[in-house]
């Protein structure tokens, strides 16, 4: 079974407007975070917003908001207020504390296409 | 913060050679990890370093495959006897332990290999 399932290959979305990306996982631990990454088309990851398990607010970093149902086990990342430049490859990922141990675990990722 | 170096960004080489990559974590990082990523998917977990011990190689990682991190600075990555499917991206990433055990990855540009 997949642990991070992405379940979007491909969004569109009008610019100044807000769009969801979604993002379910699939852990038995109780310990775990959850990372969204950004991939443009040069190629590099640039690291967006981070929710931890027992995090009880849902994270937020500027445009970026992450709507963490931990029932439902989702992590869904919204960007309001779309621009241009964020057209990229997005990826949902997620890390499960296993002591010295841990898993490191991304999806398959959605393309958002940003039109003008 | 200079962030996370990879050297070289491309590589190509014949089947059956053998090809080394280096990673330079940023500089307060003591965790690093290298993961190999193919066209149209997301990052996949090849193994982590703590400081200059290897605490996990995924199962992803054969023989041909092997990673050092001697002074619990820069890492080396080198793959033998390349085959056509080691073709990949493949990044490195580093974080810190210092603020808690899940931490956010900075990754690098990347080292595009190429097998002919």
């Known amino acids: 079974a997949q642990k991070i399932t992405q379940t979007q290959p491909g969004m569109f979305v009008q610019e100044k407007e807000a769009v969801t990306l979604d993002c379910t996982y699939d852990t038995s631990d109780q310990s775990y975070g959850l990372f969204w990454y950004k991939q443009p088309s040069s190629g590099e990851m640039i690291f967006l917003i981070y929710q931890g398990s027992y995090d009880e607010q849902n994270a937020t970093e500027g445009r970026y908001s992450l709507n963490f149902q931990k029932a439902r086990k989702s992590a869904n990342l919204v960007i309001s207020a779309s621009q241009l430049g964020d057209s990229a490859m997005y990826f949902c990922a997620m890390r499960e504390s296993e002591g010295q141990g841990f898993s490191f675990i991304f999806g398959k990722g959605t393309r958002l296409l940003v039109k003008p | 913060d200079t962030g996370v170096s990879q050297n070289p960004r491309h590589k190509i080489t014949k089947r059956g050679q053998n090809v080394t990559f280096r990673c330079d974590p940023i500089?307060?990082?003591?965790?690093l990890y290298w993961y190999r990523q193919t066209l149209g998917q997301g990052p996949e977990f090849l193994t982590y370093?703590?400081?200059?011990?290897?605490?996990?190689k995924s199962r992803l990682l054969s023989d041909r495959f092997s990673a050092e991190r001697p002074k619990g600075s820069f890492s080396t990555l080198e793959i033998q006897r390349t085959e056509q499917g080691d073709s990949a991206m493949y990044l490195c990433a580093s974080s810190s332990s210092n603020r808690g055990p899940i931490q956010p990855q900075h990754f690098g540009d990347g080292t595009r290999l190429s097998i002919l």
């Open positions: 370093f703590q400081n200059e011990a290897q605490l996990e």
């Open positions: 500089s307060e990082h003591n965790r």
